[in-house]
């Protein structure tokens, strides 16, 4: 039996090793997905500092803690919330959040908050540069929406909004805005939308759904004009992006004022009501995130988004070089949207294919890891297929 149990262990294993020893290749020419992965020794250390086989799960309110609930990690979840509000130039003290299992999710539960406060005549809007998890999340919750253009650059189109808010004067607006479009890396007018939605005099609400950018937009020295609570009344920002958690991971955050009370059928315990969307939540990789903001601090996360944009640069100096169509990006965007690379060389790797007005693109998403052997190896492929595809129509 013990035979058994041993050879049965090793076949595992064995499985194992050889699908993760698969995903070596994909792993080093990731260029074409928000994720850092050069954060891998950093989170080995803060793995070796705790229990990573334990149980933990952060259930209901993270501002709330019983004791029938002893093994949680809901301050660590709380300090993050507190993180990014200071980032976003708000006393923390003033804001709601929690961590969710990604930014689709916390956009769901944005939109959840948004429709329960506003009630009756709810009326959602997203550009087509949005995230696909948008019309998702308005879909599921039953509310109506317009879809607004975007201009060249990926960003939301006012003009198009304000004529439908004419068209709409009772509406109650539901806005998903985003700093940082999928493809050309877009940041919406958050106090242009601000305005109109203001002038519109009905009750509102503005998300901003910073899934990728929301990471490191406050490091920059030039501030986001409106990237702040007192233009967007939600906002969602990703672990797995910018930070490079090895597990997708979301932190929401909301003004404590507009939190919903979903009412005492959704309390766990007495006094210990989920407001969460998803209940429960995991526990270690808050503690993770936590540990890497806490360990590298602003300066060395500042750092590492200057390695990036310094490459974002040198790639996209080098595709121009070559010949290739760089489209109209945000400057502090770490997205390079590319038109005409060869498709072949897109699938190898892992490079988004997408259509943007009838055209065939894609986009680099130069994160801090692409360093400058990446690059070459990227550049020098690339040369490499366009050689190959010339000789092959010869």
């Known amino acids: 039996m013990n035979d058994l149990v041993g050879h049965r262990r090793?076949?595992?294993?064995?499985?194992?090793?050889?699908?993760?020893?698969?995903?070596?290749?994909?792993?080093?020419?990731?260029?074409?997905?928000?994720?850092?992965?050069?954060?891998?020794?950093?989170?080995?250390?803060?793995?070796?500092a705790f229990e990573a086989t334990m149980s933990i799960n952060n259930v209901g309110d993270p501002w709330?803690?019983?004791?029938?609930?002893?093994?949680?990690?809901?301050?660590?979840?709380?300090?993050?919330?507190?993180?990014?509000?200071?980032?976003?130039?708000?006393?923390?003290?003033?804001?709601?959040?929690?961590?969710?299992?990604?930014?689709?999710?916390?956009?769901?539960?944005?939109?959840?908050?948004?429709?329960?406060?506003?009630?009756?005549?709810?009326?959602?809007?997203?550009?087509?540069?949005?995230?696909?998890?948008?019309?998702?999340?308005?879909?599921?919750?039953?509310?109506?929406?317009?879809?607004?253009?975007?201009?060249?650059?990926?960003?939301?189109?006012?003009?198009?909004?304000?004529?439908?808010?004419?068209?709409?004067?009772?509406a109650r607006p539901v806005v998903v805005a985003t700093a940082g479009t999928t493809l050309q890396g877009g940041i919406d007018d958050m106090v242009g939308l601000r305005a109109l939605l203001e002038a519109h005099g009905q009750p509102f609400h503005l998300h901003c759904d910073a899934a990728f950018f929301g990471g490191y937009l406050f490091l920059l020295e030039d501030h986001v004009p409106g990237m702040n609570f007192a233009c967007f009344d939600s906002l969602a920002i990703s672990g797995h992006k910018f930070f490079g958690l090895p597990i997708p991971i979301s932190v929401f955050c909301l003004r404590k004022e507009d939190q919903i009370v979903l009412g005492d059928r959704l309390c766990i315990t007495e006094g210990a009501c989920d407001v969460t969307l998803s209940g429960s939540r995991d526990g270690h990789t808050p503690l993770l995130w936590w540990y890497l903001v806490r360990r590298k601090g602003r300066a060395g996360l500042r750092q590492a988004l200057g390695q990036a944009m310094a490459s974002r640069d040198s790639l996209s100096a080098a595709l121009k070089e070559r010949g290739y169509e760089v489209l109209p990006h945000d400057p502090r965007s770490l997205l390079v949207p590319v038109a005409g690379l060869p498709r072949d060389f897109m699938r190898r790797w892992g490079l988004p294919e997408a259509r943007l007005r009838g055209r065939e693109v894609t986009r680099l998403t130069v994160m801090p890891h692409v360093d400058e052997a990446m690059a070459a190896r990227f550049l020098d492929e690339l040369d490499a297929a366009v050689l190959a595809r010339v000789s092959c129509c010869c």
């Open 10 to 48: 090793k076949t595992l294993a064995k499985v194992v090793g050889e699908y993760f020893s698969g995903l070596q290749e994909p792993y080093s020419r990731l260029l074409g997905w928000e994720q850092d992965v050069s954060n891998g020794r950093l989170f080995q250390e803060a793995e070796a």
């Open 64 to 170: 709330t803690t019983i004791s029938s609930e002893p093994i949680h990690t809901k301050p660590f979840e709380r300090a993050l919330v507190q993180f990014f509000a200071r980032a976003y130039h708000d006393d923390p003290d003033a804001i709601w959040g929690c961590t969710t299992p990604g930014g689709s999710y916390s956009n769901l539960q944005a939109l959840l908050v948004a429709r329960d406060r506003l009630q009756d005549n709810v009326l959602g809007f997203y550009s087509e540069a949005a995230h696909h998890s948008v019309p998702k999340a308005f879909h599921t919750l039953g509310i109506r929406t317009c879809l607004l253009g975007a201009d060249a650059g990926g960003v939301m189109r006012l003009d198009q909004m304000a004529a439908m808010l004419r068209q709409h004067p009772e």
